[in-house]
């Protein structure tokens, strides 16, 4: 499975982007689609994840009520729509895929990754 990533760049603080990933090769056992950040000098965290049916989603708790996790699976892609951006929300986002119906917040857990793209929000 290759994952491709596009959408980021650079906004002003209270704006939106919207981040795509395109996944390719054999996407059938996908479960989860999730979605990381790493900023600099921090860890890499959990953000965003929806599972194959797209009946489940989970956040983590800064970016709930201002990010949207959705997935279309006849398109093999997976999007996520950030409003509300705050400068804390700077960092490069990693889209990943697991085949696993469980650990949808441990990036251990994924076995597929995605090359980032980078989110920069200005105040």
């Known amino acids: 499975v290759q994952l491709q990533a596009s959408g980021g760049g650079l906004v002003q603080a209270g704006g939106s982007l919207r981040l795509s990933c395109a996944a390719t090769?054999?996407?059938?056992?996908?479960?989860?689609m999730g979605w990381f950040r790493q900023a600099p000098g921090k860890e890499r965290e959990f953000v965003a994840a929806?599972?194959?049916?797209?009946?489940?989603?989970y956040y983590t708790d800064s970016v709930k009520g201002r990010f949207t996790i959705s997935r279309d699976n006849a398109k093999n892609m997976v999007y996520r729509q950030m409003n509300s951006l705050r400068p804390e929300d700077t960092a490069v986002y990693y889209c990943?895929?697991?085949?696993?119906?469980?650990?949808?917040?441990?990036?251990?857990?994924?076995?597929?990754w995605g090359q980032g793209t980078l989110v920069t929000v200005s105040s």
């Open positions: 990943a895929a697991k085949s696993w119906a469980n650990g949808y917040y441990m990036a251990t857990a994924y076995e597929y």
């Open positions: 929806i599972n194959r049916s797209a009946g489940n989603t």
């Open positions: 090769g054999r996407t059938f056992n996908i479960y989860y």
